[in-house]
T-cell receptor, first 110, second 115 residues
Framework: EDQVTQSPEALRLQEGESSSLNCSYTVSGLRGLFWYRQDPGKGPEFLFTLYSAGEEKEKERLKATLTKKESFLHITAPKPEDSATYLCAVQAGTASKLTFGTGTRLQVTL | GAGVSQTPSNKVTEKGKYVELRCDPISGHTALYWYRQSLGQGPEFLIY????????DSGLPNDRFFAVRPEGSVSTLKIQRTERGDSAVYLCASKRGLAEPGELFFGEGSRLTVL
């Protein structure tokens, strides 16, 4: 069974304090790993797709990286508007469904 | 509208009642998904439609849950004999046919509370 584990569960940063979120996965035949952002009361919003180990994607203050066992979401000089829950998901084999982790709840304060 | 629309946004019902949740995907998106999200958890897959047919319904928890998409656009998730454990946010997502596999557009969800 595909498993996705995210850590930490919650993270509190001061504005400008860079950090990383972790997503470790166990899956048979990874087709893709995906990062989403979810604001309270909203649906998840797609951020990145990573397909193979060594791949990196960037968007503003966010950079996602992938190894054979885990993915990191690096947040550089975060701002309060980056506060959200960040979800990691995997797609395996021939399945169309995504398997999500439980997310990391990020709070960025002034 | 520009995004995925879900109605109702909130539904409170009594145990044993029947509930329908509606999803209107982005125009032209052929793939449609239903997920369920409990408090503090990630979304959990329920069912996937490609066009009018359910291509994968392996996530439906039992036969009380059923979903349709008769014309390949709007979808309805139907829950019979609701139980308190069905309380969750039900999320709908759609995708363009040629989009990257995980690039789903989610609606804001329908929050179901079963008393």
């Amino acid at each position: 069974e595909d498993q996705v584990t995210q850590s930490p569960e919650a993270l509190r940063l001061q504005e400008g304090e860079s950090s990383s979120l972790n997503c470790s996965y166990t899956v048979s035949g990874l087709r893709g790993l995906f990062w989403y952002r979810q604001d309270p009361g909203k649906g998840p919003e797609f951020l990145f797709t990573l397909y193979s180990a060594g791949e990196e994607k960037e968007k503003e203050r966010l950079k996602a990286t992938l190894t054979k066992k885990e993915s990191f979401l690096h947040i550089t000089a975060p701002k309060p508007e980056d506060s959200a829950t960040y979800l990691c998901a995997v797609q395996a084999g021939t399945a169309s469904k995504l398997t999500f982790g439980t997310g990391t709840r990020l709070q960025v304060t002034l | 509208g520009a995004g995925v629309s879900q109605t109702p946004s909130n539904k409170v019902t009594e145990k044993g009642k029947y509930v329908e949740l509606r999803c209107d995907p982005i125009s032209g998106h052929t793939a449609l998904y239903w997920y369920r999200q409990s408090l503090g958890q990630g979304p959990e897959f329920l069912i996937y439609f490609q066009g009018t047919g359910a291509a994968d319904d392996s996530g439906l928890p039992n036969d009380r849950f059923f979903a349709v998409r008769p014309e390949g656009s709007v979808s309805t998730l139907k829950i019979q004999r609701t139980e308190r454990g069905d309380s969750a946010v039900y999320l709908c997502a759609s995708k363009r046919g040629l989009a990257e596999p995980g690039e789903l557009f989610f609606g804001e969800g329908s929050r179901l509370t079963v008393l």
